[in-house]
């Protein structure tokens, strides 16, 4: 497990690296090199490469180069560091676009909800508005102020009031950046299953071992099962992790096809 690749040791270094920097510097470098809302003010289009090299949290980067530094030198051996780096770009920059396409559509809807409320405030639709978008808010704090202005329609000043929540809760619910190596890492998880699929694994909690097909299956139903029943307070990237799987495995596909052998 210690016996590092060169090009595992390389991604190791550059994302503990980039952590410490802004950990050090006490900079949140998510604002300008996260993965923004297409339509977001702070949308850059190299985002799409730089997020993949960020994390949230210690926890965070640490489970992904975690997964990075056990299934990561295995493949490498098998590639060469160079066909390795290319399969990680392809698979994290992959899963960013993806996510992208599927966060717009979605940002569109939010988009338009708070258009057409700020146009036309009403009660009904305030309790609508904040049961759909306010995740994370203090929803009593809401309620009770949604309550208020279902007893008073007609007060302008409530009116106004909601206008300047939907307003606040849109321009930072459309701001939060998407940041993690998740998708690259899930490419390579996927990759190994394909790969070395009846190579046994022991898993951490609980200690069982496992074979690495089934844990892909595993980790693949969870992701799916996670995205389709998303709970509140759920900020987890799923559709990036499963479109990390899906590049890589039409990626393999592509090679072996082409005579490129996985081998």
């Known amino acids: 497990m210690f016996n590092l690749t060169p ?49 949230a949290s210690f926890m965070h980067l640490f489970g992904n180069m975690f997964a990075v530094l056990i299934f990561g030198p295995m493949l490498e051996r098998v590639w060469g560091a160079k066909k390795f780096l290319l399969f990680y770009l392809i698979t994290g920059i992959g899963a960013g676009l993806l996510y992208g396409v599927a966060d717009t559509v979605e940002k569109g809807r939010f988009s338009t909800d708070t258009e057409q409320f700020v146009d036309h405030p009403n009660p009904e639709e305030f309790y609508i508005y904040i049961h759909n978008y306010a995740d994370g808010y203090d929803m009593v704090k ?29 321009n930072e619910m459309s701001n939060i950046p998407m940041v993690g190596a998740s998708g690259a890492v899930f490419g390579i998880l996927m990759a190994f299953g394909m790969l070395f699929p009846n190579t046994e694994l022991m898993l951490l909690f609980p200690p069982i071992p496992i074979k690495a097909k089934y844990l892909v299956f595993f980790y693949g139903a969870y992701e799916l099962y996670s995205e389709i029943n998303r709970t509140g307070g759920d900020n987890v990237a799923h559709l990036a992790h499963l479109s990390g799987m899906l590049i890589a495995f039409i990626l393999l596909k592509y090679w072996a096809r082409n005579g490129r052998d996985f081998y």
């Open 142 to 170: 809401l309620g009770d102020f949604a309550d208020t202005y279902y007893d008073n329609p007609e007060n302008l000043s409530f009116a106004s009031q909601a206008v300047s929540i939907v307003n606040q809760i849109y």
């Open 7 to 55: 090009m595992v040791k390389n991604i190791l270094i550059i994302n503990i690296g980039v952590f410490l920097i802004g950990s050090f510097l006490n900079f949140n470098l998510s604002h300008l090199f996260g993965v923004h809302y297409i339509f977001s003010d702070g949308f850059f289009i190299f985002q799409y490469v730089t997020y993949m090299w960020l994390h």
